[in-house]
């Protein structure tokens, strides 16, 4: 089974792995029965998981990775790994790099910011330019194409390599407009139970205003409209009923 996984999962185009199948409506309630009997500090320990049969170990996620690392498709990837330089992989370099540190009072420049925009803006143009030049090397002697190919993919290397590094910024940019739009969202919510519990207190005021002047329909009247007939209370159930209605109509609207 270990091997069969191995294989499966180093694949370029992997199959589902074969332990899908264990997923199941039924397993899935086994599991939770069993997990409800066992104690908390050994429902999720390796012995504990050991002993559960072999179609429900599956269920249980895994610990998060303790050394910093997982394994993907056959690769050992690591979680920690940062972004390697173009001179690391052996790549031409067409923009400066940032300072690891910045120097106190040095003046602020396009290579100490290392505005990427300005240089993805400069390599899209000279890929344009490149391109044209290998077109006219093609036109001419074909043979020649060489350098030019190998000029045009230092370039998509650069510009890629520029993209990438933006990845870190994209993701905390996501994450602030996630949380803003979730903060506006429950602002709306807190507003708007707000502005409910306002409509509904100067209904109960009015009611509250205007309820010594309220008078019911006579017992003749309820029974010829087939509504209870009120007894010797007074009018209290018909002003309780006045006061609902008039709720339900001010929330309604």
Partial sequence: MAEEERRTSSAPFPAPPPFYKFFTEENLSR?????????????????SILDLPPELRYLIPPEPPNNGKYRSFGA???????????????????YPSPPTTPTPGAPTSSEQTLD???????????????????????????????????????????????????RPHQARESLIVIMEDSIEAKRKEIEGVKEMKARVEETLSKIEE??????GPSNTERMDRDEPVRGTGGDTKWEQEKIWM??????SE
């Avoid at 008039?246 to 929330?251: K, R, Y």
């Fill in 31 to 47: 599991l939770k029965e069993l997990q409800s009997t066992a104690p908390k500090s050994t429902s999720t320990t390796a012995s």
């Fill in 76 to 94: 050992l990837i690591d979680i920690n790994e940062t972004l390697p330089s173009l001179r690391s992989l052996g790549i031409e370099q067409l």
């Fill in 116 to 166: 990427r925009a300005l240089y993805l803006t400069k390599i899209a143009k000279s890929i344009l330019l490149k391109f044209l030049e290998l077109v006219g090397v093609l036109s001419l002697d074909p043979s020649q194409f060489e350098p030019e190919i190998n000029a045009l993919q230092t370039m998509f290397y650069n510009a890629h390599h520029l993209i990438n590094e933006y």
């Fill in 210 to 215: 205007g309820k010594n002047g309220l008078t």
């Fill in 246 to 251: 008039a709720l339900e109509e001010e929330i």
